[in-house]
């Protein structure tokens, strides 16, 4: 009974998240109402702020899903990476950003983006950061996991190394969510470019 609880209130949840992303593609972050949102899920006004109190905890939430969801493909290329660094980051990396448009438009993610760095102090600007820590971490990860391979270099900080490497792939995210011409290729295109030299570098392999 337990069991069918939780799968129930799982449920609600992902069909209230669902219906907001809708809404907030739809009409703007702005202009939909958590009324609105209720309705789409089919849900009571009271059942949805059971879940959530206000529309910024459901974008965070709607973040969270987007994150852990690239975080599970993520492991799987940790686990077994490509024996060459550049190779590796581009296949981690470029399913980042390939998942990224999934739930969240480029307004919303500029809207989540906001909201993290006008309340840095708030529960939603917190779980923000935690959620780019937690993808940094995927990054070093799969450093260290290089190096233990041969692939690295043994004398880099694998830790450090992998920090620049998301530090860079995140900033050019924001980027990218700036101009909402700009196409997903591009992005992967100008994040590759910008890390094969330093990939070469830290290789044991180097290139004939």
């Not at 907030?24 to 702005?30: I, L, S, V």
């Not at 949805?48 to 969801?69: C, H, P, S, W």
């Not at 102090?121 to 995927?138: F, H, N, V, W």
């Not at 980027?175 to 044991?204: G, N, T, Y």
Request: proline content about 3%.
């Amino acid at each position: 009974m337990a069991g069918l609880r939780a799968k129930q209130k799982a449920d609600k949840n992902r069909r209230i998240l669902e219906a907001a992303t809708t809404l907030f593609r739809d009409q703007g972050y702005d202009n939909a109402r958590i009324e609105d949102i209720a309705e789409f899920a089919e849900v009571s006004v009271g059942t949805l702020y059971n879940y959530y109190q206000n529309k910024g905890d459901i974008l965070v939430a709607t973040v969270a899903m987007e994150v852990t969801e690239v975080l599970e493909a993520g492991a799987k290329i940790v686990a077994a990476p490509p024996l060459n660094v550049e190779e590796a980051l581009r296949a981690l990396i470029n399913q980042y950003y390939d998942h990224s448009l999934f739930y969240l438009s480029k307004a919303m993610w500029r809207t989540a983006m906001a909201i993290s760095i006008q309340q840095p102090e708030t529960p939603l600007s917190k779980r923000y950061t935690e959620l780019d820590g937690r993808l940094c971490a995927q990054v070093v990860e799969l450093m260290e996991t290089l190096q233990r391979k041969g692939v690295v270099i043994a004398a880099v900080d694998a830790r450090a190394i992998g920090e620049v490497f998301f530090n860079n792939l995140n900033m050019m995210f924001i980027e990218f969510c700036k101009v909402d011409a700009m196409p997903l290729e591009d992005l992967k295109m100008q994040v590759s470019a910008q890390h094969r030299p330093i990939a070469q570098l830290i290789s044991s392999v180097k290139p004939a």
